[in-house]
């Protein structure tokens, strides 16, 4: 098992984002920031502070054991995109899926399961707990976001990574039922925060998002974003369907889903 340790002191210093990331995350700084206010209810933005001052930024959700793995792991939610595109990705294996990573960054990117794969991994089992009341232990394997997004060079204006995803469920709002979902950087940048590309040491299946999809483990299961096709760092999340930085969130649940 390949495990890197990356603790994100470590990581950001001599990055170019380092001050920026740090300040950008200091709580003051989230306080006296409309921009962030206007996008994160109070209560929630509470449990966010609280659950970070209490556990630390960098505190590790737990982690279990190979033997703890559950024998079925249940899929839910999109459990195969439906466009032809999508189709046509999975017919050739996924060799012609591209990540692109664009946005607020200095380096756009367009990254290969090859060239994700060659990169440090990082492994861990830990529990899926979904809104709806059910928890599974599965074990992933990826990259690391916060290596991902340094590549790309951050700039000092960013804030938040939005994740494009290949699905669309209702079409509710705006037309779309694209999903989506957001994270803010201090959970970009937490060592347990992985692209996953396998589970429970296969190939991540399409049922759970192939090729890619996100683990932020400190949250459930709606911030798990399957089908990861572009990441994009933005500083708001005003003009992105319902303005609330998630699929699930548009329609009613918190953006910060603290577990
Ligand atoms: N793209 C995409 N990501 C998604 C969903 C989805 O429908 N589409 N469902 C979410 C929900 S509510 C859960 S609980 C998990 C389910 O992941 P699983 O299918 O691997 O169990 O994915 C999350 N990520
Ligand atoms: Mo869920």
Redesign the pocket.
Known sequence: MTRQILTRRRFLIGSTLGVSALTLASCDVLEQNADVGAVIRSAETLTMKAQRLLQGRDALAREFKETDISPS???????QPESEEYTALIESRFADWRLKIDGLVERPKELSLGDLRALPARTQITR?D???GWS?IGKWTGVPLGLVLASAQLKPSARFALFH???E?EKTLDGSGR?Y?SIDLVDAFHPQTILAYAMNGKDLAV???APL?LRVERQL??K????VMRIEIVDSFNGFWGGNGG??EDRGYEWYAGI
């Open positions: 792991f249940r899929v839910n939610g999109t459990s899926h979904c809104v709806e599974a995803c290949a699905d469920l999903y979902e049922g759970h998002g999809r299961g709606y798990q974003a399957k089908y699929y699930w």
